[in-house]
């Protein structure tokens, strides 16, 4: 008798795998993980003290509605609160945005190479992906993600700063392309990274949502806030795509000690915009100092930086792990977040050695 298995949805077959960045071995001569875009600083200040605290109750289920930090958000962001979503992290709420657009048959663009879950939840979904190469100096290539939209494309992912290359869009170049994507296909601004833009002319997703019902913002509190490891995002969106993403959530999906943490963060703006200011401050360092050794990079906005490497990225992160820092290698380039100044250090080191060598 042939064994039986639970039948599976055959679209389940070519979902790649969400590749985690590597974490530093222990005990390992790896000191410093510089693979996941982390922020290297403990909680904010009060942080700590609301999540023991919300800790102390979760025997209980948290607040669905996360209504403490909903109407902080409002109130911070000047939007109606049924503009508002959490989720899971960002890429919570991307799954949930995904799931309320497209099933079989529709298409999701995004660029690509771009952040690695949009193929994966879009073929969750069931949807096609629909990536478009990004242009010259690793940038998103508007035009042909325009060019890319037929009568089946259902939401478009804009990573602006974009994850793994760092570069942005700008603001003309947003709107003049928001300005031509039909009105029934949602655009989701993916602002995981937008607390360490420093690029002036890079407009913030908020204010383009205000007057565009197609226009979705995604905010995350991982990245510039530190709170990776409690797994908490928001949407910006006009009804009816807020609704469709409270409904698609996971019921309870958000913890109360995240969304203590979160609402915790919110309160301690200053201390944040020292700890966003040193970042910057160590990406422009490193930056220098890579164009000093030689390199050419595209412009990073975002906490990590791009070395378009090609086929000699996986070397390339195995000399960067003898000197003790785990970057995260792709097959057209290595992404290397920006983290403590010694992890910095032996990252410019490791990177000294691997030009001298080439
Ligand atoms: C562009 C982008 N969006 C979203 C996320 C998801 O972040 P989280 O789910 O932790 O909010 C990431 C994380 O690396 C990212 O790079």
Wanted: with cysteine; glycine share 6%; net charge negative.
């Amino acid at each position: 008798m042939t064994e039986k298995t639970p039948k599976l949805r055959a679209a389940l077959d070519g979902v790649p795998t969400y590749k985690p960045g590597r974490p530093a071995a222990p005990g390992g001569p790896v000191a410093y993980k510089l693979s996941s875009n982390e922020n290297p600083y403990p909680p904010l200040p009060g942080v700590l003290e609301s999540a023991l605290a919300a800790a102390a109750s979760f025997n209980r289920y948290p607040d669905m509605a996360c209504a403490g930090l909903m109407a902080e958000l409002a109130e911070r962001f000047d939007v109606p609160l049924s503009h508002l979503a959490t989720g899971t992290g960002s890429v919570g709420v991307a799954q949930q945005l995904v799931q309320a657009t497209a099933g079989p048959g529709d298409e999701v663009i995004y660029a690509w190479r771009s952040f690695e879950a949009y193929p994966i939840i879009t073929q969750v979904a069931g949807a096609t992906p629909v990536p478009v190469p990004l242009a010259e100096g690793d940038v998103h290539d508007l035009e042909a993600m325009l060019a890319a939209i037929t009568d089946r494309t259902r939401l478009i992912f804009v990573c602006n700063p974009n994850n793994p290359t760092g570069t942005v869009v700008r603001r003309a170049e947003l709107e003049s392309f928001l300005d031509r994507v039909p009105a029934d296909v949602l655009v989701v601004l993916d602002e995981a990274y937008l607390e360490f833009i420093r690029d002036e002319n890079v407009p913030d997703g908020i204010d383009l949502y205000r007057t565009r019902p197609n226009v979705c913002v995604l905010r995350t509190f991982s990245k510039a806030y530190g709170l990776a490891g409690l797994r908490i995002g928001f949407a910006v969106a006009h009804e009816p795509v807020a609704a469709a993403l409270r409904k698609t959530a996971v019921p309870f999906g958000v913890s109360q000690v995240a969304q203590d943490a979160a609402v915790a963060s919110l309160r301690s703006e200053d201390a944040l915009r020292e700890r966003v200011d040193a970042l910057v401050a160590e990406r422009t360092r490193v930056v220098a100092a890579l164009a000093g050794q030689g390199w050419t990079l595209p412009e990073s906005q975002a906490n990590f930086v791009w070395l378009p490497l090609g086929e000699r990225s996986q070397d390339f992160a195995a000399v960067c792990e003898r000197a003790g820092v785990v970057v995260r290698p792709f097959p057209e380039g290595v992404r290397v977040t920006i983290g403590e100044v010694e992890a910095n250090d032996l990252f410019l080191r490791a990177a000294e050695e691997f030009r001298k060598e080439l």
